[in-house]
């Protein structure tokens, strides 16, 4: 699908996948193009590997991502709060942006965790639930 876009387009320099497992096979085809340099990818999910072709210069510009585990927890509370007969809140789990210009201030090799500060919010649920 790549090639046969590419073709299409031969002027376009940007595409927008809806997630970022797709970036794994269109890289390959924008090499085999020779449009690695023109065209440029952004895109949703922050999975490791495609962290890793953003921290490696690909073509891979930006990613965004949201803390799987925070979003756990937030799961969690909210199906506690309707089994104990509490009101659902709005929880308001971040998304953040990786690009060239902020990858290097995580460890892609890390636990994706520390890419969203996680462990605080953790802290902040067993607050809440008098666990801490």
């Given amino acids: 699908l790549t090639r046969t876009l590419l073709t299409r387009h031969p002027d376009l320099d940007y595409i927008i996948p809806l997630v970022d497992g797709m970036a794994l096979n269109i890289v390959p085809a924008l090499q085999q193009a020779n449009k690695a340099d023109q065209v440029s990818i952004s895109t949703f999910n922050a999975t490791p590997a495609v962290m890793q072709m953003v921290r490696d210069g690909s073509p891979v510009k930006a990613d965004v991502g949201g803390g799987n585990i925070w979003e756990s927890w937030a799961y969690v509370d909210q199906a506690l709060r309707l089994m104990t007969g509490l009101e659902p809140v709005e929880e308001k789990i971040p998304l953040r942006m990786f690009d ?33």
Avoid: H, M, R, S
């Fill in 100 to 132: 060239t210009g902020n990858i290097g201030q995580i460890d892609v090799n890390a636990p994706e965790g520390t890419w969203y500060d996680t462990d605080v919010a953790i802290e902040g649920f067993k607050k809440l639930w008098g666990l801490a």
